[in-house]
């Protein structure tokens, strides 16, 4: 099967050419333009587009922000425990933040809830 085709790049003409010859040659150009390559997309946190970070812990940070709004103390007191997030919300790993007192299990959330109440902040 043959075909005339032009690159659309170099305008080069190609008679008596396979489909996937045709194909090889628009895809690996020379004249073809660069496109920029990027690891990740940029994200978009409290309606800002923010660069992809190198630290994932920092990121699901940042969204379990803009999940709550922009409030941080909702963020601490988030109650969406089947989120798979929900561990990591403090931005940091769980075993770190429960060091620092945070509540990183159902359990310790709940004694912090009662805490609370019973100080009359909820």
């Given at each position: 099967?043959?075909?005339?085709?032009?690159?659309?790049?170099?305008?080069?003409?190609?008679?008596?050419?396979?489909?996937?010859?045709?194909?090889?040659?628009?895809?690996?150009?020379?004249?073809?333009?660069?496109?920029?390559?990027?690891?990740?997309?940029?994200?978009?946190?409290?309606?800002?587009?923010?660069?992809?970070?190198?630290?994932?812990?920092?990121?699901?940070?940042?969204k379990?922000?803009?999940?709550?709004?922009?409030?941080f103390?909702?963020?601490?007191?988030?109650?969406?425990?089947?989120?798979?997030?929900?561990?990591?919300?403090?931005?940091?790993?769980?075993?770190?933040?429960?060091?620092?007192?945070?509540?990183?299990?159902?359990?310790?959330?709940e004694?912090?809830?009662?805490?609370?109440?019973?100080?009359?902040?909820?």
């Amino acid at each position: 099967m043959t075909s005339d085709k032009i690159c659309k790049y170099c305008g080069e003409e190609f008679n008596n050419i396979m489909p996937l010859e045709f194909a090889s040659h628009v895809r690996n150009c020379p004249k073809k333009p660069k496109q920029k390559k990027t690891a990740f997309p940029d994200i978009t946190v409290y309606g800002i587009r923010e660069p992809w970070s190198s630290r994932p812990i920092k990121m699901i940070r940042k969204k379990c922000i803009d999940c709550s709004a922009g409030q941080f103390i909702e963020v601490d007191l988030c109650p969406a425990f089947k989120c798979p997030l929900w561990t990591y919300r403090f931005g940091e790993r769980p075993k770190t933040a429960f060091e620092k007192g945070r509540a990183v299990t159902e359990e310790h959330y709940e004694a912090i809830m009662v805490e609370r109440k019973e100080r009359g902040l909820d």
